[in-house]
């Protein structure tokens, strides 16, 4: 849960390409997408609309989201069409796939073909490709640095990640295989490096590698003097190689998205609102790591929502993983909890806190024990005459 909750807190680079794209007024550079513009004019290319209509395509969704790629002189409509259909998509997925990624029909269908046997590199066969396609079309058409994306998918695939982690990695997080293979391949040795000189052992490295990669990719886009200002920080803050190793162990990488002066920040809000020394700091960061990640504003609002529910920064530290809860659940928890005549307050936080299958596994236990009866039914009754 931690994991999810962390990476939602995060802006994705990814998300924001997207919503760049989505700009009405948003064109991409020649780098991105292989199309021709030197005679652009001033109206829609007719025969670009007329080819579109034919594929029962929402001329109206372009023209309000992407409106620039009908009056480019050359596109591609029924050659990109044709190609998506040949892979076993069906009319209206087609039309779907153009509606949303327009751009696509300013893909020659060159490099379309050889965006198509990249992706195939992990996909087992075209029914899964076209599936992906469908769902993230705008990762399969940005049809840029090819050579370097064949060079990354191999390179993965040596290092031991699954062909479908690598896929999800090519329609979620396509960034990282646009950098050249070299910087990719310093970052795993650099954060190889860093595992094991805070004590993680040779076996254990590979499995903790290929869980971060597969969980916080965009570890690789940050830079090799971050990752280790971050940790040569945290040492200068007490934290020993093997507190260093937990929080590797807890965090992933995300732990390596931390710049000091955020984990100061942290650090310094945290002693005031739990008012504890630093060694009860730390042991609270041991067990809820997520206080070194979310902002601020975050843990002021999560303290906040549970000291309004009558729960006391007491109860807060011994069971600091409740931290890991927005306000809506906890309140949710709370009401089921109270349903059952439990009084969180006058107990730990423990059956609160956890995740959902967690939460609900203690829920149900505690119900079970409401329903048993108060007595032994096969025991003797002591009734007086």
């Known amino acids: 849960m931690l994991w999810k909750l962390l990476i939602r807190s995060q802006p994705c680079g990814l998300c924001s390409f997207r919503k760049m794209l989505s700009a009405p007024n948003y064109r991409p550079s020649l780098a991105c997408f292989t199309y021709t513009n030197d005679h652009q004019s001033n109206k829609e290319n007719k025969r670009t609309v007329e080819k579109l209509y034919k594929f029962s395509v929402d001329i109206r969704k372009i023209r309000r989201l992407k409106g620039w790629v009908l009056f480019e002189d050359e596109t591609y409509v029924e050659e990109i069409a044709n190609a998506l259909r040949q892979l076993g998509a069906e009319e209206t997925a087609v039309a779907s796939i153009l509606e949303r990624c327009p751009e696509a029909i300013v893909c020659s269908p060159t490099a379309v073909n050889t965006q198509r046997e990249l992706w195939r590199l992990v996909c087992k066969n075209e029914q899964e490709l076209v599936k992906l396609i469908e769902q993230f079309p705008e990762s399969f058409f940005t049809v840029k640095d090819q050579e370097t994306q064949k060079l990354n ?99 992933k990488g995300f732990l390596f998205q931390l710049c000091p002066g955020s984990i100061q920040n942290s650090i310094s809000f945290s002693k005031n609102a739990f008012e504890c020394t630093d060694h009860d700091l730390k042991q609270l960061v041991l067990k809820c790591p997520a206080i070194l990640y979310y902002s601020i504003p975050v843990l002021e609002e999560r303290i906040q929502g549970l000291l309004k529910e009558g729960i006391s920064i007491a109860q807060i530290k011994e069971t600091p993983m409740v931290l890991e809860l927005t306000p809506q659940i906890v309140q949710y928890r709370l009401r089921k909890l109270n349903s059952l005549g439990y009084r969180i307050k006058d107990g730990n936080l423990v059956n609160l806190s956890g995740t959902k299958k967690e939460f609900e596994a203690n829920f149900g236990k505690i119900q079970a024990k409401k329903g048993r009866p108060l007595f032994n039914p096969v025991a003797p009754l002591n009734i007086e005459e």
């Open 153 to 251: 998918i191999q390179f993965f695939q040596e290092l031991g990640l699954k062909n479908v982690v690598i896929s999800r990695l090519l329609t979620t997080a396509s960034n990282i295989f646009h950098s050249p293979v070299e910087k990719n391949k310093q970052m795993i040795s650099i954060l190889q490096e860093s595992y094991l000189n805070v004590g993680g052992s040779e076996g254990n490295m590979k499995v903790w590698l290929l869980k971060l990669l597969s969980q916080n990719p965009f570890i690789l886009l940050h830079s090799s003097a971050a990752i280790k200002e971050t940790l040569g920080f945290l040492q200068e803050k007490g934290f020993t190689n093997v507190d260093i190793l937990q929080l590797l162990s807890s965090l």
